[in-house]
């Protein structure tokens, strides 16, 4: 059976086309008769009729992990957690970090969501420092302390502290596996490289998010079928 999940962030969308258990990205959605299920944390919805996840009542009993965080959980957040376990399924600590507008950083440990981190995404905080001096340059560069000239302490700075940030987590989560996923994912895979020095495995998967959806449609809304008013 076919079903498209719809993954709409705060500046960027993908939407994932499923053949059975098979995932294609896709750009538009042709198939009028189709179910389509959308994760919407930003403002723009969709101008569909599908399954908007956070309209669905009591998500968080349905749901394949113990959410322990309040209801103002985004479902992105949630779906991508819920992918990463669907993946990693030993009931292993896990860490999830979407690079995105922001940076999430949240951590599972059995089939508990704990909750985590929303920091600023690497574009804004670049913006930030372009605004504030003109020896900045366009990109962050990974270095060690101390740094001695200006722009240096500039560039190297944000990536010290997610390494240092990161190396806190592993260490007191006692993380085993680390998904990492959203645009800027290649720039906080490089800084994890320096971070882990045992065996913890690091998987980049860009639809982690449609995972959880998949795997949310198939346990609790297969029955259902919803029409559209229009193609994407």
Not at 15 to 39: F, L, M, R, Y
Not at 176 to 191: K, L, R, T, V
Request: some cysteine.
């Amino acid at each position: 059976m076919r079903i498209f999940t719809i993954d709409q962030g705060n500046t960027h969308s993908s939407i994932v086309c499923w053949e059975g258990n098979h995932p294609t990205k896709v750009d538009s959605i042709q198939d009028q008769t189709a179910p389509v299920i959308t994760s919407a944390v930003g403002k723009n919805k969709y101008p569909l009729k599908s399954i908007d996840l956070s309209q669905v009542p009591d998500l968080f009993s349905k749901c394949l992990l113990d959410v322990k965080y309040c209801p103002s959980l985004g479902i992105d957040r949630l779906m991508a957690a819920i992918g990463a376990r669907i993946l990693c399924p030993q009931k292993q600590n896990i860490l999830i970090i979407d690079a995105g507008t922001f940076t999430t950083i949240d951590t599972v440990t059995g089939n508990q969501f704990l909750g985590g981190l929303i920091i600023p995404g690497d574009t804004a905080l670049a913006d930030n420092y372009s605004k504030g001096s003109n020896l900045y340059s366009s990109n962050f560069d990974i270095g060690d302390y101390p740094f001695n000239s200006t722009q240096d302490c500039m560039t190297k700075s944000v990536p010290f502290v997610l390494e240092a940030t990161y190396q806190r987590i592993i260490s007191i989560m006692d993380i085993a596996h680390i998904f990492i996923s959203g645009g800027n994912h290649a720039f906080h895979q490089e800084i994890l490289k320096k971070v882990v020095k045992s065996k913890i495995d690091i998987t980049v998967d860009s639809i982690l998010v449609h995972r959880g959806m998949k795997y949310f449609y198939d346990e609790h809304l297969g029955n259902n079928t919803f029409p559209r008013e229009k193609t994407l």
